[in-house]
């Protein structure tokens, strides 16, 4: 057991677990509902042209879930006959128009469904174009990974938003596996499926690949198939079970599966920052990905900005000056004086739209507009490690407070030291402080339910935002807590923490300020005590 020292021991509510910017315009202010194809395909034609190759009797995946899958049951079933010249080209078209719509509802609804039900590569290469036509578009590249976390405090109620950059392109983004606690990343390689500039997005940095597939896309890319591996430097048939995979636009090749899984989770790991704690591998304590994002002073660009129909001053230079005075404040006895804000207050400045324009085109144009604006006014963006922009509520923006999680921008529509701290937290890379509620049994401990955003002892959970420190995982995370404060627990024992929600000069060096232990293989918890009541 352990035996806790000052305050109240509670549990981080952040667990770890193993192995695993910008926002763009595209971010609307509230997920959509699920969106389907807007057209229909054109008049039917008539006749039939047989491919100029068979399909593999793989080529679909199977075990579909029954009713729900029926339109890409059917279009796989039309695929097969149609291999066998026994089925339409117009009867194609019109089961290809509703496999597509199915697929989109897919990709918003279960988007790992939609990436595993995906046109394989044969299909298409050899049905015709005026069925391929309306397949999902096979998205690679290098890009932006976007996520903001929208919250209404009034109503304790968040949002998560996700969208991807890969060139010009934008697209709001549906996730699965690894990526849904994943943070903002930019330069990384990304996959997936998408219609309407909507895409699933694939969890793994590398897509493997058939070697016919793998051929084609080098020979897209102007380059033949090199089958070296890219581990052992050995031919890719050396062992008999070459691996040929795609990572942003890039083909790669390995002599094995245990090659291509080991860069994997090696790319895998790089993206997601997630440290160990001493020599125990006990996850996601020990430090952030970049200290630099964390630590030292940050210069902050306070930007306020009003409409053309609403020239209402969201808050006054003096009172924005003063806020952030005060989250400041918080910031450095929370960082235990290891990061601190200094802040420019720009003038105020007026948007080139009306607040209608902007509940349609969302939040992400919002901030171009004002970093935009703010800089014709002589504070330029780009000159500061953190950004704000502070405005009057826009119908449609049900959010009091919008922020990346871990990068840079944050919106606000409610003024307070209390919102401003706990956004900027989303910027430092920190997700939402849940509780984890046992109410539903009679033990108090085991079996219960995680409640988003419901830890009342933390500025990113439900407390009085700016009164209560970050708990000591997500401290850990930020690597302001570090390893010689963290007690690693391997064996059973009794052990004292203190509170860490203390001031820098009251620590003594060699107490512990918080456990760790490892719960299974794959996920890991971190303890800590609040001394706050």
């Not at 910008?22 to 491919?51: C, D, K, N, R």
């Not at 934008?170 to 930019?186: E, K, N, P």
């Amino acid at each position: 057991m352990l035996a806790a020292g000052l305050g109240v021991l509670v549990l981080a509510g952040l667990c770890f677990r193993r192995g695993g910017s910008h926002l763009g315009a595209v971010i609307s202010a509230t997920t959509p509902e699920i969106q389907t194809p807007s057209a229909p395909p054109s008049a039917p034609l008539t006749g039939q042209t047989s491919p100029s190759a068979p399909l593999p009797n793989n080529a679909w995946p199977t075990n579909p879930a029954p009713a729900a899958a029926e339109p890409l049951l059917a279009f796989a079933r039309w695929a097969e006959q149609f291999t066998n010249s026994v089925a339409s080209l117009a009867q194609g078209e019109r089961l290809a128009w509703k496999r597509r719509v199915k697929m989109s509802e897919l990709i918003q609804s279960d988007p790992a469904q939609a990436v595993a039900r995906a046109a394989p590569f044969a299909w298409r290469q050899t049905l015709p174009p005026e069925v391929t036509r309306w397949f999902e578009e096979q998205v690679d590249g290098k890009g932006d990974f976007n996520v903001a976390i929208a919250t209404d405090f009034e109503r304790g109620q968040s949002e998560v938003l996700r969208s991807v950059q890969l060139g010009a392109t934008s697209y709001q983004a549906f996730v699965y596996g690894r990526r849904i606690s994943q943070t903002c990343q930019t330069g990384i390689p990304l996959h997936g499926i998408a219609l309407e500039g909507k895409m699933a997005v694939q969890p793994d940095p590398l897509r493997v690949l058939t070697e016919a597939e793998a051929a084609t896309l080098a020979r897209k890319h102007g380059r033949s198939l090199a089958e070296i591996c890219g581990v052992s430097g050995r031919p890719a048939q050396s062992r008999g079970h070459p691996v040929f995979v795609e990572s942003g636009g890039a083909v790669i090749c390995f002599c094995g599966v245990d090659h291509f899984d080991l860069v994997n989770r090696q790319r895998a790991l790089a993206e997601s920052g997630t440290g160990a704690f001493g020599d125990t591998g006990v996850a996601g304590v020990g430090g952030a990905i970049n200290d630099s994002w964390t630590h030292g002073p940050k210069a902050l660009l306070y930007m306020r900005v009003n409409f053309p129909d609403d020239l209402t001053e969201p808050i006054s230079e003096t009172d924005a000056f003063a806020l952030m005075n005060g989250v400041n404040d918080y910031y450095v006895d929370n960082a235990y004086d290891l990061t601190s804000l200094d802040t420019t207050v720009a003038p105020l400045v007026t948007l080139p739209q009306p607040k209608a324009a902007y509940a349609t085109f969302g939040p992400g144009q919002l901030l171009t507009d004002a970093r935009e604006a703010t800089r014709l006014a002589g504070y330029d963006t780009a000159n500061y490690d953190r950004d704000i922009v502070a405005f009057t509520p826009v119908p449609g923006f049900s959010f009091g407070g919008l922020a990346y999680v871990g990068g840079k921008g944050v919106w606000l529509q409610s003024m307070g030291v209390g919102v401003a701290a706990h956004e900027l937290g989303h910027n430092y890379g920190l997700w939402h402080a849940n509780y984890w509620d046992t109410t539903t049994n009679s033990s108090g401990t085991g079996p219960g339910i995680n409640l988003e955003y419901g830890n009342i002892y933390d500025t990113m959970g439900a407390a009085g935002a700016g009164a209560y420190h970050f708990n000591a995982a997500h401290k850990s995370k930020l690597d302001w807590l570090k390893a010689d404060a963290v007690q690693v627990i391997t064996t059973n024992g009794a052990l004292r923490i203190y509170p860490f929600d203390v001031l820098d000069w009251s620590r003594v060096p060699g107490r512990c300020y918080a456990a760790a232990v490892q719960k299974d293989w794959v996920t890991d918890s971190i303890s800590g005590v609040f001394g706050k009541k």
